[in-house]
């Protein structure tokens, strides 16, 4: 499947330089033919990594034409030797590719706090180049992973400006996966021209409703990093906020970007279950996003889906802990549609035992409070998320 | 050590009814045999048990002389049936007290959402009141317990008034321990002649430290109930609050209840460390508070925790997760009284390895924004935590 990921004008490669050891690819490139727009979303974390903050600088001019991405260490709260090293990541690579230094942007993933093995990345410079392709996207989504089971990889075609036009999308996960970019790198490319106020909106528009309506751990990273690039070779009309079939592109970004998202999810560390809470009936918005986390973060609640134990009092317990007013009598809580608490009161486990048992699992809570709504995807407590972790600087 | 838990005026059990099952005490009486002036902090949780709605309405009296408490069923979201079960549980005791309803207070913890077998609750209130003995608070406290691993008992004694008085705590933790009463129970007499006002002040401001300042799971439970019951049996001199000796027996009681919330992390289901976080130097207590919770409740924290593993980028990259704004270059990380992040940077995890080991330690964070501080004690997260909890209800 994966040797038609490819995107109109864009090549890749990602090498191994020995930052994470053993072998494994741990420095990804991507590189567009000509400049594209650029967009991206970054954590809003206090402890912004040294990447993060070159990138968020960058991206403000709105154009890019490199991406350079390295796994093994996330290069935060690395002080001023961490933005010289990201810094250096930058100039090396428009140096090879002969581009200007401001068309690159940087990321980094792994463990924080030890010193980037700036070396190693330089001297890997010269294959990563020399090894870019058009067929290289698989390698690139290598180079980027960390404790990530399988690789993320994304595509939809659709047709604007009176042409078809492609977006991809790659994406690394695992851990540290919360609202606002927690630990998670994506990079989406598409061959579109696009204008850049327009791609911004779509972009985060569907950025909101999928890599930050995801949980794993509830642990926001210094790291996450969203962004995209769209290189107009295609040569389609321009797409504008006011263009005919704008709709199509923004369905197709969002089949990409939910797909990657669910993806991170279903890979988050130890994960065995994909679980979607959806709060409905909420006041506003907000009201419903802060219970569908409190029940998405909350360990009982997700160590009893590990369990497949259907202990659905720790569900309406989160979604009563946040201090949003709601009437217990008239909150509703279904698994897989099927009614658990209703009335004020709820339907015995026993009588709910199975429900637990298939691998994506969905949960509707109504507060009966309005009419907004938010829906959450999360995985569950395992084991295997305890032993990866653990352990993980060691 | 049990032998000498005693509180003059105090009697208690608890026996066996059969909720839990396994022939494990499940039911439990504190008497006082005089009323006695009662004061308690409960969950704010909007969903709260039977028993806690009860309590709350029946404290503003003041006034108390027996608390039933059963474990093995939480009596929660159990609806109009469930209110009724905490009224006929008060009802029975009282009647065979020979003692007013509303002297009552009622608590109860475990699963969710079941029925509570309140059958096995009146056949079980003859036993109950006929074993109560001054030699019972070993009993109750282990008639309150669901996972917990060991018994929680503490027991301070102090001068006030002229007179030498006693105060002895009990506790039930486990799981869903989080601020604001999360999952625990915990009860505690006094002999004293203590005036009303300064006992709940006094009390109030002991639970803001002690049982409001601990979290193992970052879940609120529907049931936290902490109860003081003030029986004055001591005759001495009442306390108030412009009572010379007030402080001795703030200090007491504070040791009692620090002790009791040390105990309930130390007993964290599956805790294998109890860890102290104190963030000092905040503009405001709360914003210390919040930075303090989000390091104690990150499971990447807690599990680096429990594989000793000096990953301390997941502490800082906790507290910049909140949205409270501070420079981080003067933020400063010690653990165990080692700088680990200093300057904007930070020490190699490496150098850092065996400052992890022991069983407790102390987490230090800096802020540089100002004096105020607050301290939480907080557990690791081990797989004993997953296996107990994926299958709880079942």
Known sequence: MYDSVQ??????????????????????????????????VFTTNRFKAAPVVLD??????GLAQAVIVNSGNANAATGKEGDEDAATMSRVISEALDIEDDLVLVASTGIIGEKLPIEKIVRSIKPLVEGLSTDGMPAVAKGIITTDRFLKIECRKCSVGGKEVTICGIAKGAGMIEPNMATMLSFIMTDADIEHACLSSVFKESAAKSFNAITVDGCMSTNDTAIMLANGVACND???????????????????????????????????????????????????????????????????????????????????????????????????????????RGISGKQAAGIMKPDNIRVLVRLGMGKEAFRVYTSDLSHEYVDINALYSS
Chains 1, 2 share one sequence.
């Open 7 to 40: 995107v109109p004008g864009f090549l890749g490669n990602g090498v191994a330089a020995g930052i994470k050891g053993g072998g494994d690819r741990d420095l990804s490139l991507i590189f567009s033919e000509v400049p594209a727009r650029a967009v991206g």
């Open 56 to 61: 968020m600088e960058r991206i403000k001019k």
């Open 238 to 344: 321009l797409v504008t906020e006011t263009s005919g079939n704008l709709v199509q592109f923004r369905e197709a970004l969002s089949g990409v970007m939910d797909s990657l998202a669910k993806s991170i999810v279903k890979d988050g560390e130890g994960a065995t279950k994909l679980i979607e809470i959806v709060v409905e009936e909420a006041r506003v918005v907000g009201d419903a996003k802060k219970i569908a986390y409190a029940i998405a973060n909350s360990n009982l609640v997700k160590t009893a889906f590990f369990g497949e134990d259907p202990n659905w009092g720790r569900i309406i317990s989160a979604a009563g802990s946040t201090g949003i007013p709601f009437s217990t009598d008239s909150l509703e809580l279904y698994i897989e549609d099927v009614p658990l608490f209703i009335n004020g």
